[in-house]
């Protein structure tokens, strides 16, 4: 194969899975027809399932399958693609960081925009350093740490790290701005920038989703993103070269590579146009070998179908997946909830959402089983509880303001409902006898969804809160009832 149809190749490689993981991220959300007919969704106990394999690039991470492995002590379905990985890595090198990976191919673009380095400066930073060694480093730290059973392979994983960045960061950032565009197109009295408004929202909608979505601890998430692209100006590949645990483990594995670049030494004329653009710093002036390698909170709630947090924190990814296929938006990352060791891991923050009754989306769409698949029947007939609610009487309107308000009670799912009122009567300060429907809670029923936390209508704290006690999930993290 000549030179240059070896480019094309790779550029056409590189676009078409940079394309296909964006297709994947985009899709990784509530499918729009369930969303057009929300209200029948939700009402029945029909699974809701994504129409496309959104796990996909995380199943070909041979990185995330063997710490997963490491630390769980178990075998995930649907890794046999990293193994795949593994094996053509053995027989070409490292293919998938230079055809496949969409973040290599990010930062590939990114050393080509208006280069801050060039001409015998770029040859110098194109040439092997000993701190691209670091990133094996990285990879023996992250190895340790699931031997210990601490999996914090997602913190700088290329797959996890660029979902993470673009779906909680970066897609929400740019939604909220276009639309907030759109907004002051669609107030205009121009006729013209309202049918464009309106036009554009169709398009860009089913793109950045359908609300004003906002994670917690987005600003730091997108920070980092925006930090090491621009590292590309100061040296290309940065990411790549220095920091990417998975380039490491792969890089391992290419030293057993089976087919390999030849140089023809004869017809070299040193011009050093391919140490220029050699973004792998992979020594390709003939004479040089070629280098082919490179504690838990009452608040927190995880999603239903969580494992046991001992055997979560093992398997989780901090992909990010489960929080921007919630249709609520209340799944975040966390940042102290969960200490150090669960550092991004998801957490239900009710106030932004709540846990639908009948969604079951982000079991089926986490890549490692650390929140398993369930069905609806099984979530609801269980029932799968995430924590329990509980009321602050003085907060709550019929307990400290002897006021009206049910909604806490109209708004509870689960049959019967977990929130029951009960009709009780006091004395006012004038010595009348009024009648007030006081909320109760019963924990026997309650799952702890959090939609009654969501839509208390008490400003600043709500009156009634979602605490993680009672989850299904774990044994000792109960409330023990009275007989």
């Not at 600003?219 to 090491?228: A, D, E, H, M, Y």
């Not at 790549?240 to 594995?253: E, I």
């Not at 639908?356 to 698949?373: D, F, K, N, R, W």
Request: with cysteine; hydrophobic share 40%.
């Amino acid at each position: 194969m000549k030179a240059k149809h070896f480019v094309w190749t790779r550029r056409i490689s590189q676009s078409f899975f940079l394309i296909f993981f964006i297709f994947l991220l985009i899709e990784s959300r509530l499918p729009l027809d369930i969303y057009m007919d929300y209200s029948i969704a939700i009402t029945s106990e029909q699974n809701i399932e994504l129409n496309y394999p959104v796990t996909f690039f995380f199943q070909l991470d041979p990185l995330i399958a063997l710490t997963s492995f490491i630390s769980g002590h178990q075998w995930i379905k649907g890794f046999g693609w990293a193994i795949g990985i593994v094996v053509l890595t053995l027989f070409f090198g490292r293919l998938f960081c230079g055809f496949i990976c969409p973040l290599g191919t990010i930062h590939h673009l990114m050393s080509f925009v208006r280069p801050a380095l060039k001409g015998q400066t770029m040859v110098r930073a194109n040439q092997k350093r000993p701190d691209h060694k670091f990133k094996y480093f990285i990879l023996i730290l992250l190895l340790m740490a699931a031997i210990l059973g601490l999996n914090f392979t997602g913190m700088l994983d290329p797959i996890a790290f660029l979902f993470r960045s673009l779906s909680l960061a970066i897609f929400p950032g740019l939604g909220t701005g276009i639309k907030e565009v759109f907004d002051l197109m669609a107030q205009s009295d121009i006729k013209i920038l309202n049918y464009i408004s309106y036009g554009a929202e169709i398009i860009v909608s089913p793109v950045f989703g359908y609300g004003y979505e906002a994670f917690k601890s987005a600003w730091l998430i997108g920070s980092i993103f925006l930090i090491i692209l621009f590292l590309n100006r100061i040296r290309p590949r940065f990411w790549c070269r220095t920091l990417c645990p998975l380039g490491a483990l792969l890089g391992v594995f290419s030293r057993f590579s089976i087919l390999k670049m030849e140089k023809y030494s004869e017809k070299c004329t040193q011009c050093q146009l391919c140490t220029q653009t050699c973004q792998g710093a992979a020594s390709p002036i003939p004479g040089l070998e070629w280098e082919p390698t490179e504690v838990s909170d009452a608040r927190l709630i995880r999603p239903p179908g969580a494992v046991p947090e001992k055997d979560f924190l093992k398997l989780c990814q901090r992909c990010g997946l489960c929080m921007k296929v919630c249709p609520t938006n209340a799944i975040n990352p966390t940042l102290t909830e969960a200490g150090m060791a669960g550092f991004w891991t998801p957490n239900l923050i009710m106030l932004q959402g709540y846990c639908e009754y009948t969604c079951t989306l982000c079991g089926s769409v986490c890549p490692t089983g650390a929140i398993h698949h369930l069905s609806v029947k099984e979530k609801i007939k269980s029932p799968i509880r995430i924590g329990s609610a509980y009321i602050y009487r003085g907060r709550c309107l019929p307990w400290a303001e002897n006021g009206p308000c049910i909604v806490c009670e109209e708004h509870c799912p689960t049959s019967p409902k977990a929130i029951h009122l009960k009709e009780e009567t006091y004395l006012s300060g004038d010595g009348k006898t009024i009648r007030v429907k006081r909320p109760y809670v019963d924990l026997n029923t309650c799952v702890g969804c959090g939609i009654c936390e969501n839509k208390c209508p008490v400003r600043g704290r709500p009156a009634i809160r979602v605490m993680a006690a009672g989850e299904t999930r774990s044994v000792k993290n109960q409330i023990l009832l009275g007989e």
